[in-house]
């Protein structure tokens, strides 16, 4: 198989580092926009009118100023107009849109499954910071990731092929062995999202019962349909576990900061499940690998 360097030069004609150069800038653009998709969504506004705005002073942001990461810093992170300071959460989402897609083009290759995995980021970057502010996961982003999961699953094996999706392979979808790859495909969708729904809902009951709060909600469920449709059960599983523990971390290391003791606090969870899920994406086969070979010698 070729290298994705390759395939790259391959195609395009023009050196790897360009391919990289032009993903990080393109993720910033789109990160930019994210951060209106982050401030409207989550209030009910549209995402493509009015043009963006100082939240403080109403101002509209010229073009010039509108630059990602640049112009914050050449700003020194205030308003043109009003000198407010600007959060320093817009620089970071577009840095990090830019450098989770430049991840996923070093980790995916120059393949179909390319935008799948840009897209895939993009929309979790905007989950984890809108549930970070709001603690909610707004239907308008989690039903859409379901419906082109299914789609993403239905089409591939249609087109381009079935590799993409490595849950395939292992059993019990290898009981289908021999059935169109399309229908396997969308059976290893359907098992992932029931495995991710049902285990976040599940977890969710578990803890009502056990501490009489809601800790989980809906949102959370929701997500992680659309995630275990794409990813399948295997990465859903890898990303749970990452999702507990970072969560767990995040949490003790949160109690222990905190004067009062707030031990009913609601969690933001998604945050937690974002990360796994884009952990498992672009590192999951790796990690199973690699958790195979030294565990489970033969
Ligand atoms: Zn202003």
Redesign the pocket.
């Known amino acids: 198989m070729l290298s994705f360097q390759t395939t790259f030069e391959l195609y395009t004609g023009l050196p790897v580092w360009i391919g990289y150069v032009f993903t990080f800038l393109f993720g910033s653009v789109v990160g930019s926009f994210l951060n209106v998709v982050i401030h409207r969504v989550p209030r009910e506004e549209s995402i493509v009118f009015p043009n963006s705005a ?1 939240p ?4 509209a942001i010229k073009g010039y100023d509108n630059i990602p990461i640049f112009s914050w810093l050449i700003l020194g992170g205030k ?1 043109r ?2 000198k ?1 300071p600007i959060s320093p959460r817009y620089p970071a989402v577009e840095l990090l849109t830019a450098l989770l897609w430049v991840l996923c083009f070093w980790q995916i290759g120059f393949n179909a499954y390319l935008p799948v995995a840009i897209a895939f980021v993009t929309v979790m970057v905007s989950l984890v910071f809108i549930d970070a502010e709001h603690m909610i996961l707004p239907n308008v982003i989690t039903y859409p990731l379901l419906i082109c999961a299914i789609l993403v699953r239905l089409i591939f094996p249609l087109t381009v092929g079935a590799l993409y999706f490595k849950d395939i392979l292992s059993y019990p979808l290898t009981l289908l062995a021999g059935q169109p790859a399309w229908l396997v495909s969308l059976a290893g969708a359907g098992l992932g999202a029931l495995f991710g729904g049902g285990s976040l809902w599940l977890i969710g009951e578990l803890w009502k019962r056990l501490r009489g709060v809601d800790a989980m909600g809906l949102g959370d469920v929701k997500l992680m349909f659309g995630v275990g449709a794409l990813l399948g059960f295997q990465l859903t599983f890898l990303t749970i576990f990452i999702g507990a523990f970072t969560g767990a971390v995040a949490g003790v290391l949160y109690i222990a900061t905190q004067k009062e003791k707030d031990l009913q606090a609601q969690i933001p969870f998604g945050i937690f499940l974002g990360i796994g899920s884009v952990i498992s994406l672009l590192f999951g086969d790796a990690l199973i690998t690699w958790y195979i070979e030294t565990f489970m010698p033969r």
Request: glycine share 12%; aromatic share 0%.
């Open positions: 100082c403080k002073c109403g101002e308003c107009n009003c407010e």
